[in-house]
């Protein structure tokens, strides 16, 4: 597209993280533009059924506790993460892809690679809210840019983000881009992965 950008138009499956043999197709169109996030309009044979149940597990072992989850390092080093872990991650896996599309371009994407921490924050209405500190590994530069994520979600919605990240070591510093206020709206250990269920 002329003075655009340029437009793709995509056709891909996937599969249930759980449940391999399980596959969804879907279609994407997706226009780059020159000075913006992309432009996206999905579509899914998903069915609201799909994965409903194993999140309302998660959502309500959650709304039931009286101390907030804490975690750290998700996976480990060793690429390992614990079956306790696992809800935590793939509603971190979903959240961070907003940033990741806020972020990507047609030369640079972005992957999570791991969650450095994750706090609960309980609150008294329908909402679970967590506070996270995630890696994100950017290609083709290699870099790993740190971010702070705030997520607020319930099932069947798609989760509400805020986020901050640093800058990478290949984008100029400035004092906007430290953590502080949000860019975006929708104690460290070198080693393991743990959840705090006390």
Known sequence: MVNEGHKYHLKFEVRNGRFSNVT???TAKVLFYMKSVPDTVLKC????????????????????????????NIPDNFGFIA?????????????????????????????????????QQIRTDEFLQ??????????????IITCNMWVMWQPKQPPNVKYTCLPSPTESFSEESEFGMPEGMGSQRTEGSALQIN
């Not at 079956?83 to 935590?88: A, D, L, Q, S, V």
């Open 45 to 72: 044979n998903f069915k609201d059924s799909d994965g409903f149940k194993e999140d309302y597990e998660f959502y309500l072992n959650l709304r039931k506790r009286m101390d907030p989850v804490i975690g750290y």
């Open 130 to 143: 967590f506070t996270y500190i995630v890696l994100l590994h950017e290609i083709p530069s290699q870099e």
């Open 83 to 119: 079956p306790e872990t696992r809800p935590i991650w793939q509603l971190a896996i979903v959240s961070a892809s907003y940033i990741m599309w806020q972020k990507s371009t047609e030369v640079m994407k972005y992957n999570l690679a791991q969650i450095r921490e994750v706090h």
């Open 24 to 26: 969804k197709f879907c």
